[in-house]
């Protein structure tokens, strides 16, 4: 997650090197372009929620957080910033 436009190159040089490190483990063929590539929460946070929405609608109930930065401040700024879009409602913890 990023929180200014000028940091989104950054974030997908990094994500071409980790996937340069990684390969096709667990998945199908890598998109050509690193920035169609739907695996990584790459974004500003209302990319990365409507992110995590789409998943969870699809029945994601849990997601593995990797940063290849090792940023604790980037794991506080995804605690801050996305995770109350994921809050149970009122009507839901009543349930």
Known sequence: ???DESERAAAYETRKRVVSVI???ARDKLPDR???DTAPLLGM???VIA???QLEAGGAT???LVDPNASVGN???FAREVMPAFLPT???VAE
């Open 90 to 92: 009122h009507a839901a």
């Open 62 to 64: 849990n997601i593995l």
């Open 1 to 3: 997650m990023f929180h």
């Open 34 to 36: 690193v920035e169609d």
């Open 75 to 77: 794991l506080r700024a």
């Open 51 to 53: 992110r995590l929405k």
């Open 45 to 47: 946070p209302e990319e």
């Open 23 to 25: 390969g096709d483990l």
